[in-house]
């Protein structure tokens, strides 16, 4: 999905979906095993636990 200033905001695929802030930094991914958020420098800060 690309907003309305053209920047890409959300990548989908067979296994995952991400949302990018707007810089291109993706702050949640949910994927086949749970799903992550990230702070404002792509760092990880909370995760689903693992199975």
Request: charged share 30%.
């Amino acid at each position: 999905v690309i907003d309305e200033n053209g920047t890409l905001r959300t990548l989908m695929d067979g296994k995952t979906i991400a949302y990018l802030d707007e810089n291109r930094v993706t702050r949640a991914q949910l994927y086949a095993d749970g799903f992550f958020l990230s702070d404002e420098n792509g760092n990880v800060v909370w995760r689903t636990p693992e199975r």
